[in-house]
C-alpha cells in the first residue's frame, strides 16, 4: 500500500473516513478562529481525533504525521484565567487560576450552615453536610452585651440541629474556651451527641457539665492529631494548632466533594511555651497540595498587621513584675482555661520563693484537673489553700484569680467591692490583670480597676506592660495559612463583620483566589459547595437564644424591650376596684411607683395623675364601656399623655382593675 503522505506541511491531520481513506482536519484562520463545521459547542469537551486504520498507521512512519495543535478559547489570552492544562478548546476555565486541580466528576456538593461566630466574636457553631450526613465543629456561647439587663449568657438557636439529630454523626471540639464549648449543656440536654475532642478539652467540658448533671451521661472520644476519624462519608484529621490554650486544633474535613480546612482559634507560635508543637504547617501544605476546596479561617485580629507575639514575651514581661512587687503580696487575674499562663506564673512563684493559691471556682476546678492531667506541674508544697493565704507575709504568697474580664460575681470583682471572704486588698499588693478587655468588657474591667486603686493596691492592666499576647492569628499569620492551604474558595470566619471584611480583603490580596470565590457568610445561610461553584441555596433557623437563670430562650425581645423601658424610665401601677355589673369605682384609683418618681417629694404631680385615671374612668363609665381592655387602655392613654406634659418621661404604665 502506498504510504500516505501530507500535501500541506502545516496541516492537521484528524484521522480516517468511513472508507479508511485519511482526511485532512480543517485549516485554521489567521484569527485563530475555530472551523464553522463539526465544530464543538464551548460548553462540551472536543473530541479527540480518530486515529488512523491499524494497517496504515503501522505503515505511515510517525514523523509524517504532525500532532494536532491544542487551540485556545476564542479572544482569551493564553494563560489568562486559565491552568496551563485547561487551555484546549471546550474546556470551563477554573474559577481558581492557581489551584490544584483534581477531578470532581460528578460534581458532588457540600453544605456548610454556620449557626454562630459570623458577624460576633462567640457563638461559634457550624454544621458540615454531604450526601445526607452531618458533623458539627464547635458549640460555644457568648457573654450578653450591656444592653440584654439580666441575661447571663447568649447561646445559639439549635432548632436546625434538633430538626437533624438524626443525620449528625458527632461533635467536634477545636479547644476548649467558652466562645467554642460553653453552649454543649443546653444541647446536650435536647440531644447526647457524641463528643471528639482532645484530652484537655474533654477534660474542660467535664467540669463544665457536672454542673448541670450531664457529666456521665455524655458521650466522648478522645482524639489526637494526625489520626482521623470516619463518620459517615465524613473523615476528619485533626492538627494541631497554637492558641493561648494545650490541645487547640485545626479539622481537615474531607468528603466526596472535597477537604475543607476549618481552622479553629491559632496563631503561629514558633517558641511555645512547654514544650509544645508548633502548629503543624506541613499537614495543611499537604492538603493544599493535594487541593484545598474551602477554608474556613479564624479573623479575630484580622486588622493588625504582622505577626502575633510569643506566649514566651508574657513570661519576661510578668518576671519584670515580680521583681518590681517587691515585698508585696501579688495577686494575678487571668483566664481560669489559659493553663499556659497559670504555668508560668506557678513557674515565676518558685523562682521568687513565693507560695501559691487560686481563687474562684472555675480557677480551682481547672487547675486540679489540668494537674491530674498532666498539662500543669506543681510542687505540692508551693499549692496553699486560699484560707491559709494570711498565715504567710505578703512577700511570700501568688494569688491566681479569676475575674480578668471584671465579672460582676468573679473573685476579683468582690475584691475590689471588699466583700470577698478570705482576701481583704490593701496598700501591700500588687495587682496583675493578664489579660486584655473582650469588647465590650472595657467599663466593667475599668469598674473593677478604680475599686482596687481606690483601696490602695497598684493595679497593672491592659498595655501597661506585656503581661498578656493574643492566641489569634494576625495578618502575615492569616496570609501563611491562606498560601500553605491554597484553597478554592476561602470563607473567614470567628469575628465581627468588620474583622472577616479585612480578611477577605488579605486574601484577596494575596491574589491566589479569585474575589468571586471569597465569601462573607452569615448565619443561617445554607452555602452549597461544590468544584462547580458555590451558591447560598436558602436560610436555616439561626440567633440567639438568652438564658436567664434557669430559663432558656423565655426572655426574647419583648422582655428584653420591657426592660430597657424600665432601666430608663420606671413604672406607675394603677390599681382600682370596679362594679362588675354597673362599672362603678368601688375603691382607688391608687398609684404605685417604681423607679420613675419618690412619691413623697412629687405629691403634687401624683394628685394630678389619681385625677386623671378617676376621669378616664368616669368617661368609659358614661360611655358604658364594660370592655376591661379598652378601659385600661383609656387609662394608659391619659395617664401616659399627663406625665409626658409634666415630665417629659415615659414611664411604663400598669393599671390592674379588679372586678368585684
Known sequence: MEEFKPKRKNNNYSGTDKAGAPRRAPRQNHQNKPPQENSTPANKPRRRPARPAAAEAAQAPAQSVPAPRPRRPRNTPQGEGQAPHQQRRGRKPQQNNNAPHYEMTPAIPMHICPLGGLGEVGKNITLYECQGD????????????????????????????????????????????????????????????????????????????????????????????????????????????????????????????????????FKVDYTPLSGDAVTDLSTIAEYGRKGVLALLSDSTNAERPGFTATEQTVAEGVRGLFGKAGKRRIIVATFASNIYRVQQIIDLAIESGRKVAVSGRSMVSNTEMARELGYLHAPDNVLIPIEEINKYPPEKVVLITTGSQGEPLSALSRMAQASHRQVKVGPNDFIIISARPIPGNEKTVT??????????AEVIYENMYDTHVSGHACQEEQKLMLTLAHPQYFLPVHGEFKQLKRHAETAEHLGYIPKQNIYIAENGQNIRLSADGMTVEN???????????????DVGNVVLRDRHHLSEDGIIIVTAAVDGSTGQVLSGPDLVSRGFVYVRESEELMDGARMQVEMALDRSLSDNMHDWASVKARVREALSSYIYRKTKRSPMILPILLEV
Open 447 to 456: 469598674k473593677v480597676v478604680n475599686g482596687l486603686l481606690a483601696l490602695g
Open 134 to 265: 452531618m458533623i458539627l465543629v464547635d458549640c460555644g456561647l457568648v457573654f450578653p452585651d450591656a444592653d440584654m439587663f439580666g441575661v447571663d449568657l447568649v447561646i445559639p438557636d439549635f432548632t436546625y440541629v434538633l430538626e437533624n439529630k438524626d443525620r449528625i454523626k458527632g461533635l467536634f471540639i477545636t479547644h476548649g474556651h467558652e466562645d467554642h464549648i460553653g453552649s454543649l449543656p443546653y444541647l446536650l440536654k435536647k440531644f447526647n451527641v457524641p463528643i471528639y475532642a482532645a484530652r484537655l478539652t474533654i477534660g474542660l467540658i467535664k467540669n463544665k457539665l457536672e454542673e448541670h448533671g450531664l457529666a456521665s451521661s455524655a458521650v466522648f472520644h478522645e482524639i489526637r492529631p494526625r489520626q482521623k476519624v470516619k463518620l459517615g462519608c465524613f473523615t476528619v484529621e485533626p492538627i494541631h494548632v497554637n492558641h493561648s490554650i494545650p490541645d487547640a486544633l485545626a479539622f481537615a474535613i474531607e468528603c466526596p466533594a472535597g477537604v475543607v480546612i476549618h481552622t479553629g482559634d
Open 539 to 553: 436560610t436555616v433557623t439561626a440567633g440567639a437564644v438568652m438564658v436567664d437563670g434557669y430559663g432558656v430562650g
